[in-house]
């Protein structure tokens, strides 16, 4: 089945960690995202990336590293500078905007829950 | 004014009622328009696309009024089913590339 799969479903860490997070996709996207998601906010975006090798920051990237080594996979990692890591994590993925800057739907992964204890 | 706001809700309606809930965006220049629906806990799954000449799914109406920046979501003959959070999306027009912006959602409670 085609689709995305992120992992763990749920994290704990210890303060000071360092935490990666996984996300994989088989839809040949080309376009992969992190957001969190906190109690009552909306989704806002930590990384983006729309070809392989290239990442872009995203609104809140302080505190979070990723790398895009291949098309199908895009791991967000935790870092210790995160100072309120605790959220919902969700990747997603589109295929490529078009020229015009569309913004073209995405398809998201069933999350992941941080907990810093 | 934000990019995406949206009345949080919640709003309670019986089930068969009609609801609707509407958006504003403040970009002028985004071309790309969605409505999501998040269950609690869960990830967001893409409702529907809104287009500019308006779109009906089964019971699901979006419509798009580009002179107001605002978008609608109808929903007929509710089903107990409807009950979640809906996210209205909007492309972030001022960046390359794919970036969406998401509002925080309406909830709606069907109740029987």
């Known amino acids: 089945d085609g689709g995305i799969t992120q992992s763990p479903k749920y994290l704990f860490r210890k303060e000071g960690q360092n935490v990666t997070l996984s996300c994989e996709q088989n839809?040949?996207?080309?376009?992969m995202y992190w957001y969190r998601q906190d109690p009552g906010q909306g989704l806002r975006l930590i990384y983006y990336?729309?070809?392989?090798?290239?990442?872009q920051k995203g609104d809140i990237a302080e505190g979070y590293s990723v790398s895009r080594e291949k098309k199908e996979s895009f791991p967000l990692t935790v870092t210790s500078a995160q100072k309120n890591p605790t959220a919902f994590y969700l990747c997603?993925?589109?295929?490529?905007?078009?020229?015009?800057?569309?913004?073209?739907?995405?398809?998201f992964g069933p999350g992941t829950r941080l907990t810093v204890l | 004014r934000k990019e995406v706001e949206q009345d949080p809700g919640p709003f309670n309606v019986p089930e068969g009622a009609t609801v609707a809930f509407n958006c504003t965006y403040s970009?002028?220049?985004?071309?790309?328009f969605f409505w999501y629906r998040q269950d609690c806990r869960k990830e967001p799954k893409l409702l529907m696309s809104?287009?500019?000449s308006g779109n009906e799914d089964g019971r699901f109406t979006a419509q798009l009024n580009r002179a107001s920046q605002y978008i609608s979501l109808l929903i007929r003959d509710s089903k107990l089913s409807d009950s979640a959070t809906y996210l209205c999306?909007?492309?972030?027009?001022?960046?390359?590339?794919?970036?969406?912006?998401f509002g925080k959602g309406t909830t709606l409670s069907v109740s029987s």
């Open positions: 997603a993925s589109s295929i490529a905007a078009s020229g015009m800057g569309l913004g073209n739907e995405q398809f």
């Open positions: 839809l040949n996207h080309d376009a």
């Open positions: 990336s729309q070809i392989v090798n290239d990442f």
């Open positions: 970009n002028s220049a985004s071309q790309s």
């Open positions: 809104v287009y500019s």
């Open positions: 999306v909007v492309n972030a027009a001022n960046q390359a590339g794919t970036a969406l912006i």
